[in-house]
Each structure stands twice: as C-alpha cells, then as structure tokens.
C-alpha cells in the first residue's frame, strides 16, 4: 500500500525564522508556529495551542528569513517527516517536523480603526493557488 504524507497548518510564527545555509549553499529556514483550536466543552469555550516546527528549502526559504516575523500568520503546505539523531552521550532522539513545500504569507492583523476599514477581512490570505507537482 502506498502511503500519503501532506500537512496544511494555518498559524502565527512563535519566533523569528532562522536562515542558515547548508555547506552545499542551499538555504534552509525553520520556525516554530503556533496553530489554535477553539472548542466548546459543555458551556465553556476552551482554546488548544499546537506547537509545530517548520523547516523550508530553496528560494523560498530565503523569503521567509527575509519577510517572516515573530507573529505574522502563514499558510504552510508540506509533508510530515522525522528526524533522528543519537547524542553525544549516546541517547537516541527523535522529532517530527513539517516540510514546508509551499509557505504563504497571510496579511497582518489591522487593528480597530484601521486605514482601510476593512478589518474584518484581515483574516483572509493572500490569493492561494495549489502548488502544481
């Protein structure tokens, strides 16, 4: 059986992205992002707070170094993948990240009282197209 790996997150980033580049000179970016969940349970309305770590290569890495702050919400598009790595006193560690194949920018938040007066449509991204494979 074949499996199936794709991840779509819509969050904050929780930092300021790291750009580094690989000794081969491919940039590569990672940032934590935040994804709430709002449910009710009986009368109470509870918020839950996943903590995901993003990892972007390319081109597009370069952008989120250059554009992503701490805060700024992202659409990201990519593939589940774990990592795993033995310390130097010889534990055995793992994580899952996130792939990121497509990262887009969402707007900022305008507050109250804003320029445009169009604060209710703050939440909604950018023009989205699906990435061709």
């Known amino acids: 059986m074949t499996g199936f790996n794709k991840v779509i ?3 904050n980033l929780t930092k300021n992205p790291e750009l ?3 000794p081969s000179g491919t940039p590569v970016t990672s ?5 709430n969940r709002k449910f009710r349970q009986g009368d109470e309305l ?20 250059q ?3 701490k805060g700024n919400g992202v659409i990201v598009d990519g ?7 033995e310390t130097e006193d010889g534990q055995k560690r793992s994580k899952h990240e996130v792939v990121a194949q497509t990262v887009t920018f969402l707007p900022k938040r305008q507050e109250s009282g804003g320029e445009s007066g169009q604060a209710g449509q703050a939440d909604e991204p950018y023009e989205y197209e699906e990435p061709s494979h």
């Open 9 to 11: 997150l819509i969050g």
């Open 20 to 22: 580094r580049y690989t």
């Open 31 to 35: 940032f934590g992002l935040a994804v």
């Open 46 to 65: 509870k918020d839950e707070v996943c903590y995901v770590d993003i990892v972007v290569f390319g081109k597009q890495a370069e952008h989120c170094g």
């Open 67 to 69: 554009y992503l702050n």
């Open 79 to 85: 593939r589940l993948q774990q990592r795993r790595w």
